[in-house]
């Protein structure tokens, strides 16, 4: 917020030349309650729209190389006697697989369509210039000019000039949370000239000639220059009286706003960049850059297949009976090449991005799901916005959060105190009264300090229209900027202490049913540069008194040398730090009246004289064990060009650093910055408007979604409802989702390396000629059915460690993220390629007989070696996926074992398809009997695929014998769950947990005392958070009160 | 159900590869397949088998065997109907049912463009062929039947087997049926239909010509004009049309038929040793493509004819483990 002031400032400062400037410019002239042809106020966030949705789905689909591929070999299956599998054996898996995905962005943009649908249709207020009458309208019905009507709590529809409000000088308080990010509450007020208007009817005769002259939409949030003309009067507007898009009324019964910019012109959306990126994963791209190595791989073999059959047919003209089959254009080299890519073509999973989007789909409902992610008091799940990045989750690098409200639920609770040294809590609170009156020492103490919670604040009491308390009378309700202040004063309350009046120059309090008055003589606001507020007052008894809360650090250094229980207190401090309790210290003095009265003249005198505000900039860059504090202003300099690099290289040093005060773009900036100098995995994680540019630009952007709205949530890939569970969504879902999809991918590849490379083996004996080995139905079903299942699986249902073990060893996270790299790839490709030739070549020794059956009869044809071979490729290639997952669960087993079945299954239907239907599976007929028949196929299955799979149970063996990695430890220990080993790995995995919860488990670090106060502080998070420098200052708001009195009603 | 599906809490088993998991299985899969290894190649041991190459045979002419290969007299001459006689013994009786074998190598019927050339439409009883089939689906404007370049390469050596006797060479009658598959023969060979009241097969397939390499047309692959086993529905024919997987290949020629031969009872259980003599009519070129051809002659164990490599396959396996 202090961006926009400082900046307000220089404009102040040069108000001439922004002037001239200004005046260059084009402007927007609105008319109030007139009609204006501009941008209306529905919006629109979905990617598609019935026109856009194939040309932009295509273009989508048709980035994925492996997607260009499928449809260039679909195309060139068209062309007569090259294909050696059919016409349409690539073009139908490739449209279901087009549809599938269709279907899911369907699915996924519905639910947009219908959030827009919901915030489009919201009612508001709306002016009837003719009949002075207020008139309910939709959000989308707004226009240019039109004077609306907010109640509290209400969402701004669009960008407004506040006219008029229920509160004195037009004042009303707005929570810009969702602007940016900040949850203290900030006042805005109406110019003086509007502010009488009270009702609709002064609105329509007043202002019905008045115009407003401001800048065209821009995206600049604090920033405004208007004019607002009356019938002669022309009064400048600015940043303070206009309240946005996307804030909230809080804390005012209502303000009159008049519509300036509407939907897209609004400065929230403007600043939201219209159409949200497309983000990929990390494994995507690898995986996009795996297909072309594949590509390449096909390309390889295809070049030597093609040659090889050039050779063969140079050295093999004699072969009769193959004479005059082969036309001059056809066994062009060309074409022969085409016929061999179409063979091999499937070496690139087609099937896997199919496979993928299910499988992320499924994922993303997992996480949905889950019910320890779910918050029953804001009942929100969590919620996967996209299914595109389940697995970035699990190699996040860097976390980049945002302070405010995201850390904290931010409820505001009265919980504990330590008064003369006694602690009470909660529960104790009654006791708390006891002890007041009593006649001990401390009962001086403890009225001290519950008159100090109701005396020395800034809140607004105010009736309650709808809360009665237990007597029947009304309940007193709390408002103020400060959240902190409120749940102070109303812990005072509950335990007798209760504040019911303001008036200009008093306070009223009710303490156990007596009621005092307390004159405020002088507030001395709060600023994070003094970090305490002070009260001077004076007390029924006419006694002068300060009473000051603040900052433990500052309170500490001003306590007298006399006073007791300092050190009791900062035990006790310490402790409720160490809790996770924001705290905050408070102190009183008696002030005599001499004293007083030549402090107050010097106080009066300096406070003409008093100077600008100062950001600091706090920096500590020489210990990077610490967390690096960097404020905006200091910032922008660190990231200009020349600096930015060795900015980068401090901050990525250190486990935290932490930038205060930073604008929406300079935390994208950041995030790109962190993005580009590592190359890693950023995540990105806020509540707010402001963490929208930041959630975009980050690899995974995470709302939280709950009480503020939903603005960062509408353009985070994750929203989760409380910041805990940001460690269950990386820990168990990404993990999980990495190495689930990690396996999927790297399994698909090997199945249909494994496979297709058998066509490359048998080429090479059948004379190179691109005849394939297995019909061609059952190789295209290959991917469709007989391996769909386990990959499926792979990508549901594996795992390595249960939830509980990845939330209790976050350094299981490490591991799991170098899950995908080159060497994993070449492993499974060479799997691929040693399985394909030990099964075809173990199959063509065992057939080499031909005679397979007691009956004499040989060779029953290409396919009886052919759907042989087949059936001991899906038989090892399922249980290497059995091989290779972690964790069976049912349907695990029903997927392998199903998979295979439905082989046999196939096998028999399929050959009984001819005479079935007219001319369809000829070469397939009876090749079930024949098969079935063969005592060497039954032997065969008992011993091929077991010595595919040989090397790769004894790899498996000997690496968890004699390389156990962290994962297989911890496994095996969960199993064993021996205590001793247990510690031992203790040691390590707490190293990393130390880690990951840097921010939140300082206070447990020894070094503490050594620190600076800056830090102090930072631990401590003592509470209070008010604006600072705001358009009015405390002291003024409290002083413009006056609750005794009714406020006007709006109507 | 649901919900544990939903919460990823199925109960779940974790099969976890160490030593003292692995290596049990591993011993216990070892004992059990060295024995099955032991059994099977016994199994194929008991087949006997014979083999005999004659790709270069003399031209057996007048009653003595010429100076030429039939190879070569085919090549100039391929009218010529070139005869071999090839004489072995068999050192054994061979047990149980006998089969005869003719085995090619370096023939790919695997070519992609010959396992195509076929018009199985055709072969269940048309007189048309198809485009499929080209070029050899059309001669002198008339279909040709059976079409394609499949049917046109038709082995057509035949063997007749002698064996000597105290009467002298005696020939073996050899069963032409019953080695074709049960499926091919009842589900994708038909001839055409006769016209009604002829019994001459010629009539079915008026107006078609056989391939250009065959010598006799396609209803008198029998050697006779009959409708039995002849035409499309010749087993041997049926049995060539499906095509091999691999470029050395073997396929049935036929059987010997023990259960007629009433001079010797040994012929009703098994082919007894002895001295025999192989007549072959030489007609399939082999020779420009360097191919070979052979003669087998084989029994069966219950898991078909000879051959070791699983059994061994088993054995290493098992030693292995």
């Known amino acids: 917020m202090s961006d926009a002031l400082v900046m307000e400032r220089l404009g102040d400062d040069t108000s001439s030349t922004a002037a001239a400037v200004g005046a260059n410019r084009p402007k927007r002239l609105v008319y109030i309650t007139g009609r204006h042809k501009m941008c209306d106020n529905s919006i629109t966030t979905a990617k598609y729209n019935l026109a856009t949705f194939v040309p932009k789905f295509l273009f989508e689909q048709f980035h994925r190389y492996a997607n260009i591929f499928f449809l260039f070999i679909a195309l060139m299956q068209q062309i007569p006697n090259v294909s050696p599998t059919g016409r349409y054996t690539t073009a139908l898996p490739l449209i279901f697989i087009l549809l599938v995905s269709a279907v899911k962005e369907i699915f996924e943009d519905i639910k947009r369509h219908r959030a827009d649908r919901g915030v489009n249709t919201t009612l508001v207020l709306v002016l009837n210039k003719f009949s002075s009458q207020w008139e309910w309208r939709y959000w989308q019905q707004i226009q240019v000019g039109d004077i609306v009507k907010i109640t509290n709590d209400q969402f701004f529809p669009s960008d407004l000039f506040l006219l008029a409000s229920s509160e004195p000088n037009g004042m009303c308080y707005i929570e810009t949370a969702n602007l940016d990010g900040e949850t203290n509450l900030k006042i805005r007020h109406s110019l003086k000239e509007t502010t009488h208007c009270l009702s609709s009817e002064q609105l329509v005769s007043e202002l019905s000639l008045a115009s407003i002259q401001c800048d065209q939409p821009n995206r600049h949030l604090y920033e405004f220059q208007g004019n607002l003309k009356l019938s002669e009067t022309v009064h400048p507007i600015g940043p303070e009286n206009i309240v946005l898009r996307g804030a909230k009324l809080r804390n005012t019964n209502w303000i009159f706003g008049c519509v300036i910019y509407t939907g897209h012109e609004s400065k929230l959306m403007m600043n939201s960049s219209v159409q949200a990126p497309i983000k990929r994963s990390n494994v995507e791209k690898i995986t996009n850059k795996q297909t072309i190595l594949l590509f390449a791989i096909l390309l390889v073999i295809c070049v030597i297949s093609a040659t090889a059959s050039y050779i063969w047919k140079k050295q093999n003209k004699d072969h009769w009976y193959l004479d005059g089959l082969e036309d001059a254009l056809s066994s062009n080299y060309f074409f022969v090449l085409l016929t061999f890519i179409i063979l091999y073509n499937n070496l690139i999973p087609i099937s896997l991005q199919v496979t993928l989007e299910m499988v992320r789909f499924i994922q993303a409902s997992f996480i949905n799901a889950d019910i320890e992610m779910y918050c029953p008091e804001k009942d929100t799940p969590a919620m996967a916005r996209t299914s595109n990045l389940n697995e970035e989750l699990g190699q996040v690098k860097y976390i980049l959060s945002d302070k405010t409200g995201t850390l904290t639920c931010n409820v505001m609770e009265f919980k504990k105190c330590s008064v003369a040294g006694i602690v009470f809590t909660e529960h104790d609170f009654p006791d708390l009264i006891q002890r007041l009156n009593s006649n001990e020492s401390e009962s001086y103490y403890i009225r001290e300090f519950l008159t100090l919670l109701s005396v020395c604040q800034t809140v607004v009491p105010e009736l309650s229209d709808t809360e009665l308390t237990p007597d029947g009378k009304q309940m007193i309700r709390y408002q103020g900027a400060s959240p902190d202040e409120a749940a102070l004063v109303k812990g005072a309350q509950l335990i007798g202490f209760e504040f019911t009046a303001r008036t200009p120059q008093c306070v009223f309090i009710n303490a156990l049913g007596t009621e005092e008055k307390y004159e405020i003589l002088n507030v001395l606001d709060f600023t994070s540069d003094r970090k305490r507020m002070s009260t001077i007052v004076r007390t029924p008894e006419g006694k002068i008194k300060l009473y000051i809360k603040g900052a433990d650090s500052v309170i500490y250094d001003r306590l007298s040398k006399s006073s007791e229980f300092g050190d009791t207190t900062e035990t006790n401090l310490t402790a409720f730090a160490n809790e996770g309790l924001r705290t905050l210290c408070c102190a009183v003095v008696d002030i005599e009246e001499k004293v007083y009265q030549d402090w107050n003249k010097k106080y009066i005198e300096a406070q003409t004289l008093e100077s600008g505000p100062n950001a600091q900039s706090l920096f500590n860059g020489n210990q990077p064990e610490v967390a690096l504090i960097v404020d905006g202003k200091t910032l922008n300099f660190a990231m200009t060009s020349e600096l930015s690099q060795m900015f980068m290289e401090i901050a990525l040093k250190c486990k935290a650093v932490i930038c205060c005060r930073v604008s929406p773009a300079q935390k994208a900036e950041i995030v790109e910055a962190v993005k580009k100098t590592t190359n890693s995995i950023t995540l990105a994680i806020g509540d707010g408007a402001n963490d929208v540019a930041m959630i975009r630009a980050a690899n995974v952007g995470v709302g939280i979604s709950g009480l503020e709205g939903l603005q960062a949530v509408h353009s985070s890939d994750y929203a989760i409802a409380q910041f805990k569970f940001l460690s269950r969504l990386l820990l168990v879902h990404g993990s999980w989702s990495l190495s689930r999809l990690c396996k999927l991918i790297l399994y698909s590849f090997y199945k249909n390396i494994a496979l297709y490379i058998l066509e490359l083996w048998f080429a090479s004996v059948s004379a190179w000629s691109g005849q394939a080995a297995f019909e061609r139905w059952s190789l295209s079903l290959y991917n469709v059915i007989f391996t769909a299942a386990p990959p499926m699986v792979i990508g549901l249902f594996d795992r390595q460690c249960s939830a509980e073990t990845m939330m209790k060893y976050p350094a299981l996270y490490k591991t799991h993220a170098d899950m995908f790299n080159v060497k994993l790839f070449w492993t499974w490709i060479l799997s691929g390629v040693w399985h394909s030739l030990l099964l075809f070549w173990l199959t063509y020794f065992s057939v080499s007989n031909d005679t397979l059956w007691q009956h004499g009869r040989a060779d029953g044809g290409y396919l009886v070696f052919g759907n042989m071979l087949f059936t001991y490729t899906v038989i090892t290639v399922c249980l290497k996926a059995g091989l290779e997952i972690n964790a069976w669960t049912w349907v695990t087993h029903a997927a392998i074992w199903g998979s295979i079945a439905m082989w046999f299954i196939y096998l028999m239907i399929y050959s009984r398809f001819w005479g079935l239907f007219e001319l369809v599976g000829a070469d397939m007929a009876g090749i079930d009997q024949m098969i079935f028949s063969s005592g060497v196929f039954w032997f065969g299955i008992g011993i091929i695929p077991l010595s595919a799979l040989l090397v790769d149970i004894s790899y498996k063996l000997i690496s968890r014998t004699c390389f156990k990695t962290l994962t297989d430890q911890i496994t095996e220990m969960e199993l064993a769950n021996s205590p001793s080993q247990q510690s031992m790995l203790l040691e390590t995995a707490r190293l990393f947990k130390n880690v990951f919860h840097v921010k939140r488990d300082k206070s447990k670090d020894g070094r503490r005392r050594h620190r600076q106060e800056v830090e102090l502080d930072l631990q401590h998070g003592y509470a209070f958070s008010q604006e600072e420098h705001g358009a009015i200052s405390q002291s003024n708001v409290i002083r413009s009160y006056d609750t005794t009195r009714s406020k006007p009603s709006g109507i | ?321």
């Open chain 2, 1 to 321: 159900m649901s919900s544990a599906f939903k919460q990823q809490k199925l109960p779940s088993w974790s099969p976890i590869l160490t030593v003292g998991t692995v290596l049990p299985t591993f011993f216990l899969i070892g004992v059990a397949f060295i024995p099955i290894g032991i059994g099977l190649l016994v199994s194929s041991n008991q087949v006997q088998e014979f083999e005999l190459n004659y790709t270069a045979c003399k031209q057996f002419a007048n009653g003595t065997d010429g100076p030429k290969k039939c190879s070569e007299v085919i090549a100039n001459h391929p009218e010529i109907e070139c005869k071999c006689r090839v004489n072995f013994t068999l050192e054994e009786n061979f047990r149980r049912e006998v089969y005869l074998y003719y085995g090619l190598t370096n023939f790919y019927q695997n070519h992609r463009r010959y396992v195509k050339s076929r018009d199985d439409r055709q072969l269940l009883g048309e007189i048309k062929g198809s485009t499929e089939c080209q070029p050899f689906h059309k001669r002198d404007g008339k279909w040709i039947a059976p079409c394609g370049a499949i049917a046109n390469s038709l082995f057509n050596d035949t063997f007749l087997v002698q064996r000597l006797t105290d009467n002298g060479f005696k020939t073996i009658p050899i069963m032409e049926t019953g080695i074709a598959w049960a499926t091919d023969v009842n589900a994708k060979f038909r001839n055409p239909k006769l016209p009604e009241g002829e019994k001459n097969l010629s009539k079915a397939f008026e107006g078609t010509v056989e391939p250009p390499n065959w010598q006799n047309p396609v209803w008198r692959l029998a050697g006779n004009d009959n409708d039995q086993n002849n035409g499309y529905q010749n087993e041997r024919f049926i049995v060539w049309m499906r095509t091999a997987a691999l470029p050395t290949f073997r396929k049935i020629f036929g059987r010997f038929r023990h259960e007629i031969n009433e001079e010797n009872a040994d012929y009703h259980s098994y082919l007894p040793k002895g001295r025999y003599q192989l007549i072959v009519t030489y007609a399939f070129p082999v020779a420009d493509f360097k191919g070979t051809k052979r003669f087998i002659i084989s029994n069966t164990s219950w898991l078909g004819g000879k051959n070791p490599f699983i059994g061994v396959m088993y054995i290493i396996v098992g030693c292995y483990e």
